[in-house]
């Protein structure tokens, strides 16, 4: 069983940064992938970045990538998602996911959700 904890969500103003951590709990975290989706309102899951636990080999949505930063913290069983340069259209609640072995794109795939985390971009 795997259980996964977010935090770290907020609001933030346009150009702002914000941090959102997920902390993991399974009884091995080898052969994990760990991802971030998002959802905003009237929307479906959106992926926006994935860490494989071992290598830490990352992948990002186009919509996201040179502003947003995924990583982890082995000693810690923490992964985050480093926010740059927000826009409004960043609004969105932030999942964090996890699934076996292999990165996918679609959400459906993924296994394990934790609660989420709310992110608002407004000024």
């Known amino acids: 069983q795997v259980q996964l904890v977010e935090s770290g969500g907020g609001l933030v103003q346009p150009g702002g940064s914000l941090r959102v951590s997920c902390v993991v709990s399974?009884?091995?975290?080898?052969?994990?992938?760990m991802g971030w989706f998002r959802q905003a309102p009237g929307k479906e899951h959106e992926f926006t970045a994935a860490?494989?636990?071992?290598?830490?080999?990352?992948y990002y949505a186009d919509s996201v990538k040179g502003r947003f930063t995924i990583s982890k913290d082995n000693a810690k069983n923490t992964v985050f998602l480093q926010m740059n340069s927000l826009k409004p259209e960043d609004t969105a609640v932030y999942y964090c996911?996890?699934?076996?072995?292999?990165?996918?794109?679609?959400?459906?795939?993924?296994?394990?959700w934790g609660q989420g985390t709310q992110v608002t971009v407004s000024s």
């Open positions: 996911a996890v699934r076996s072995f292999e990165y996918v794109k679609a959400w459906r795939a993924w296994d394990y």
């Open positions: 399974a009884r091995t975290l080898d052969n994990l992938v």
């Open positions: 860490i494989y636990w071992n290598s830490g080999l990352t």
